[in-house]
């Protein structure tokens, strides 16, 4: 995270993403104590979602 925030265009867009989503722009220290929150099971959790089959549609899509 914080080496994406080193140029000021980074940052900019950084900032403008937060104001949309969050109404406010989160401080680095902010965004390092979220990412320091997530547990072992928070990652675990997120790889079951992510690596099920069942939570994906497939589609093939081939020319005429």
Do not use: W
Request: hydrophobic fraction near 35%; proline fraction near 2%.
């Amino acid at each position: 995270f914080i080496f994406t925030q080193e140029s000021i265009k980074s940052r900019m867009t950084g900032n403008g993403r937060n104001f949309i989503e969050f109404g406010r722009c989160k401080s680095q220290d902010e965004m390092i104590e979220e990412l320091e929150a997530i547990s072992l099971e928070d990652l675990e959790d997120t790889k079951k979602l992510i690596s099920n089959p069942d939570n994906y549609f497939f589609v093939n899509v081939t020319g005429a």
